[in-house]
């Protein structure tokens, strides 16, 4: 990795710092550190973790956030084009294009890519706990944690409206995909001032076939398995205490929820 981004920076005598992180959270103060010493860009080198991290560190500066995707899903990288590729992501970053995208926030917890309610912080908590990461790893889990778990009844206030609901999943959509192209919300936008809530309140084994196809497929909205919402904010309240995660990192349970977007919040390097 020295070595590759020596070729494409050191040509071009840009000044530039490789630091590592060195446990949950650093790269949020390194972040911060950098924008304050006044470099340009921040570039994440991991998974949407770490891309979380170093975006959390950049809000509320001119600093732009740039990724170099190195992780078992990559859905922000995926949504903003960035090339999974090694060479080909630092050959892009050391050209980049300037633009600024919304930032999302759960219970204060700010998210880039998606933050959600349900099955899926279900399946993130036991991820966590695998012992080693990539997509077959997270395609067992989920296949085990399906038999097992049960939705439960929620009251979402979306922009307003009113909604009670069984809650199997309820997922806020900044950018496009929960990661390795499965496509929760292939509508969302990055920069329209709105997250895309997708509600599927139960999931039995013929509509799971069905969401699971059409979030390979891109075309989750026109199956008719889940309700769809856009909205700037949101808050939910849960009959009893339901897990979350924000980019694919689970946070915990709670009862209460509230959701909000931040327009433009964040400049990023692509």
Do not use: W
């Amino acid at each position: 990795m020295p070595a590759l981004i020596a070729r494409y920076f050191g040509a071009r005598e840009a000044d530039y710092e490789i630091r590592l992180t060195e446990y949950a959270g650093h790269a949020v103060e390194l972040a911060r550190t950098a924008a304050a010493e006044g470099f340009a860009i921040v570039a994440a080198v991991g998974g949407d973790g770490t891309v979380n991290e170093v975006g959390r560190g950049l809000l509320g500066t001119e600093t732009a956030l740039g990724i170099i995707p190195q992780g078992s899903g990559n859905g922000l990288a995926r949504h903003l084009k960035v090339p999974l590729g090694l060479s080909a992501a630092l050959r892009q970053l050391a050209a980049p294009t300037f633009s600024r995208m919304d930032v999302g926030v759960i219970n204060g917890h700010e998210f880039f890519c998606t933050a959600g309610l349900g099955f899926d912080a279900h399946v993130s908590q036991h991820f966590a706990m695998a012992g080693s990461r990539g997509l077959s790893t997270y395609l067992q889990v989920t296949l085990r944690e399906y038999r097992r778990y049960c939705s439960v009844p929620v009251v979402a206030t979306l922009d307003g409206q009113e909604i009670s609901t069984d809650c199997y999943v309820l997922a806020f959509a900044n950018a496009s995909q929960y990661g390795n192209n499965a496509y929760i919300a292939p509508r969302a936008d990055l920069r329209d001032g709105l997250l895309d809530v997708c509600l599927i309140d139960a999931l039995p084994a013929m509509r799971a076939f069905r969401v699971s196809l059409a979030m390979a497929l891109g075309n989750l909205p026109q199956s008719k398995a889940a309700e769809y919402f856009r909205v700037p904010r949101g808050r939910v309240v849960a009959e009893a205490p339901i897990g979350f995660h924000v980019d694919g990192d689970y946070l915990g349970h709670a009862t209460e929820f509230d959701v909000a977007l931040l327009p433009l919040a964040l400049a990023v390097a692509v």
